[in-house]
């Protein structure tokens, strides 16, 4: 079963605007990653922040994570044309042997020029 | 470095056929993962493995899949017989991960798109 849901499932903006994302999980995680798909591609390793951190940057990538909440999002900020694709959160829970990578359904970003 | 291959990048075949995927991950990576991704939705989890063991294949129809990863290198996923619900990609990645730690990013392979007629 899916373990993250992102919402919104769609989102459409112009050009150098920012787009956030959010992302929804139900059980406890080890650390919460995002990835990055074009369409027809591989995913793509973005950001990854540790259950024990707040937010964490990367470029024009801002990632929160509220365990409380049980909720991440991510900003891209100054968003560009090539930007567009579909973003998945992943929650990994630690087991003895690996981490499990659980994905959610995606958010599909389209960045008008 | 080199990426996770994956091999063959497109397939088409009729229902009730078998099919089998190829992945090489990235070396010297111990975990490799086999996902399944449906047109419009995320990546599934079907089967993970640490070196040559299965350590989760909860997901896996295990009466028509089945996966194999001898060595402990590449990795084989098999589909017999196959049903038209199983058109999808075949997504593979690896990651680098020893146990207790944090940092679990995994690196996948293009994929191999399957589709049953």
């Known amino acids: 079963s899916q373990q993250g849901e992102e919402d919104p499932q769609a989102l459409s903006i112009q050009e150098g605007e920012n787009a956030t994302m959010n992302c929804s999980y139900k059980?406890?995680?080890?650390?919460l990653q995002w990835y990055r798909q074009n369409s027809g591609r591989g995913l793509v390793h973005l950001i990854l922040?540790?259950?024990?951190?707040r937010e964490k940057h990367s470029g024009r990538l801002r990632v929160t994570l509220d365990t409380s909440k049980k909720s991440s999002s991510l900003l891209i900020t100054a968003s560009r044309a090539a930007d567009t694709a579909s973003y998945f959160c992943a929650t990994a829970s630690l087991r003895t042997s690996g981490s499990r990578l659980t994905f959610g359904e995606g958010t599909q970003l389209t960045v008008n020029p | 470095e080199a990426g996770v291959a994956q091999s063959p990048r497109y397939k088409i075949i009729e229902k009730r056929q078998s099919v089998a995927f190829w992945c090489n991950p990235i070396?010297?990576?111990?975990?490799l993962y086999w996902y399944q991704q449906i047109l419009g939705q995320g990546p599934k989890l079907l089967i993970q493995?640490?070196?040559?063991?299965?350590?989760?294949d909860s997901q896996l129809p295990k009466d028509r899949f089945s996966a194999e990863r001898l060595k402990g290198v590449d990795s084989t996923l098999k589909i017999q017989p196959a049903k038209l619900e199983d058109s999808a990609v075949y997504l593979c990645a690896s990651s680098l991960v020893l146990q207790g730690a944090w940092n679990t990013e995994a690196f996948f392979g293009q994929g191999t798109r399957l589709t049953v007629v």
């Open positions: 493995f640490q070196n040559n063991g299965v350590v989760d």
């Open positions: 922040i540790r259950s024990n951190e």
């Open positions: 070396s010297g990576h111990a975990t």
């Open positions: 059980t406890s995680i080890n650390n």
